[in-house]
């Protein structure tokens, strides 16, 4: 059974951080890019970060460059958010994806950020 799971939102105040991860299971990590995508209310879905688990290459929205960093764990097979300096724009609910032969996603964590 394929799953993603996501954890590590929450409520934060403007300028902390957040950790988001995702866990995946059912099928092969090596052969995927992992994505990040967000939706607030009224929006669209938008890409924020991708990473190439393949070759590690990256991805970033230009909203979040500089403060957001994806990585992956290969061995626990996990993917990472790493969200700092985070602004009131940011939150959102957070998608993990992942897309190879078929397109996985997670059912999201809300994010958050009070001014």
């Known amino acids: 059974e394929v799953q993603l799971v996501e954890s590590g939102g929450g409520l934060v105040e403007a300028g902390e951080s957040l950790r988001l991860s995702c866990v995946v299971s059912?099928?092969?990590?090596?052969?995927?890019?992992i994505g990040w995508f967000r939706q607030a209310p009224g929006k669209e879905r938008e890409g924020v970060s991708f990473i190439a688990t393949s070759d590690g290459g990256t991805y970033y929205a230009d909203s979040v460059k500089g403060r957001f960093t994806i990585s992956v764990d290969k061995v626990k097979n996990t993917a990472y958010l790493q969200m700092n300096n985070l602004k009131p724009e940011d939150t959102a609910k957070y998608y993990c994806n992942a897309r190879g032969l078929y397109d996985y996603w997670g059912q999201g964590t809300q994010v958050t950020v009070s001014s």
């Open positions: 059912g099928f092969p990590f090596d052969h995927y890019a």
